[in-house]
C-alpha cells in the first residue's frame, strides 16, 4: 500500500481520525519507536479538535531539533524555524496578527539553550502564546551531548563520566519570569496532558507546557535505563502530581522522583494589552489598536 493509498475517504472506516490535522503526505515520520513526541502531537491534536478551534486560527512554530519537526508534520500554517529562535518568529506572528492562536512545540535544547534569552523575555512580556518543551534531557538529534536540562551524574557524549552542571528547573523559570501558565506532564500522562493543552489554548498569556518525553535510543540506551517501554514505567511509578506545587521544589534529579501537575494558572495583562493601554494613555482617541489583517470572509 502506497502513501495516497492511506489518505482515505473521510466519514469511512478507513479514515484515521488525525487525518484532517497531519501532513500525510510526509508519513511516515522520522521519530523513533517509543520516543514520546508521537504522544505529544497526539495531545495536541485531540486538545485543538476539543477546542473547536479551525485550523486557519491556529499557526504553529517549531524551532531545531527531533522536536522541531512538529512544525511540519502538523497541517497548520507552521513555521519550522532556526535553533532557538521559535519564540521570537512566535513573537512576530502574534504581533502581525493577533487573532492567531499561535503555538510553539520545540525541545530543551532549542527552547532554554540557545533560545533561553528568548525564553525569559516572552514569560517577562506575557506574550499571548502557547509553548510546549518537550524535554527528553539531551540533543538526541545531533548525537547526544549534555544539555541545559541534563540532570546531575546521567551519561551523554559529551560527559562520559556523568554531568556535574546543576540542570535547569524550567518550570520555576518561567514562573519567576512572570509566565501566567505553567504546568509539567510526562508522555506517559495523556489525558492530563490534552486538558492542560486544551486550557492552554484558551488561556490568555503566555502559556507554558512542560513534557517529560523518553529518549531511548540515545539518552536511554547510554544511562541503561531500558526501552522506551521501561522508561514510561519509570513515569508511572515515579511521578507524584502536586497541583498549584511551588516551582521552586520542581527540580529534576536524575532517575528519582517527578513533580507533575499544572503548578500556575492566572490572569494578567499580556504585552499586546499593555501595549494598547499604554497607547491609548498617552495619543488618547487618535490610537486605533490594530487587530490584525483583514479578513473579508469574517470581518464584514
Known amino acids: 500500500m502506497n502513501l495516497n493509498q492511506l489518505v482515505t475517504q473521510r466519514g469511512t472506516p478507513e479514515h484515521h481520525p488525525m487525518e484532517d490535522y497531519l501532513r500525510m503526505d510526509r508519513m511516515p515520520h522520522i521519530w523513533c519507536s517509543t520516543c514520546g513526541l508521537g504522544t505529544v502531537l497526539t495531545a495536541f491534536i485531540a486538545a485543538v479538535r476539543e477546542t473547536n478551534m479551525a485550523r486557519e486560527d ?3 512554530v517549531s524551532g531545531i531539533g527531533c522536536t522541531g519537526r512538529a512544525a511540519g508534520y502538523l497541517k497548520f500554517d507552521s513555521f519550522h524555524t532556526t535553533h532557538g529562535r521559535a519564540l521570537p518568529y512566535a513573537t512576530g506572528i502574534k504581533v502581525a496578527n493577533p487573532k492567531l492562536k499561535v503555538c510553539v512545540i520545540s525541545g530543551d535544547g532549542d527552547i532554554m539553550a540557545i533560545g533561553g534569552n528568548h525564553l525569559i523575555h516572552a514569560a517577562r512580556r506575557n506574550m499571548d502564546l502557547m509553548l510546549i518543551c518537550v524535554n527528553n534531557f539531551n540533543y538526541a538529534m545531533t548525537g547526544g551531548q549534555g544539555g541545559p536540562t541534563t ?9 562520559p563520566y556523568g554531568s556535574f552542571e546543576r540542570p535547569f528547573n524550567l518550570p520555576f523559570i518561567v514562573d519567576s519570569c512572570g509566565a501566567t501558565y505553567v504546568a509539567r506532564w510526562t508522555a506517559l500522562h495523556v489525558r492530563q496532558l490534552t486538558i492542560s ?13 512542560e513534557v517529560i518525553s523518553p529518549c531511548p535510543t540515545v539518552y ?7 526501552s522506551g517501554l521501561d522508561l514510561m514505567k519509570f513515569y508511572h511509578d515515579h511521578s507524584i502530581t502536586r497541583n498549584f506545587a511551588s516551582t521552586r521544589e520542581c527540580d529534576i534529579r536524575y532517575q528519582q522522583d517527578i513533580i507533575v501537575g499544572k503548578f500556575v494558572q492566572k490572569e494578567a495583562p499580556t ?30
Open 220 to 226: 536511554g540506551r547510554r544511562n541503561r535505563l531500558g
Open 151 to 159: 540532570p546531575e551524574t546521567a551519561s551523554t557524549t559529551t560527559t
Open 271 to 300: 504585552w499586546l494589552d499593555s501595549m494598547n493601554a499604554s497607547m491609548v494613555k498617552a495619543l488618547g482617541p487618535k490610537f486605533v489598536p490594530y487587530v490584525g489583517p483583514m479578513d473579508p470572509a469574517k470581518d464584514k
Open 58 to 60: 491556529v499557526a504553529v
Open 197 to 209: 493543552i486544551k486550557e492552554a489554548l484558551t488561556h490568555r498569556g503566555f502559556a507554558f507546557i
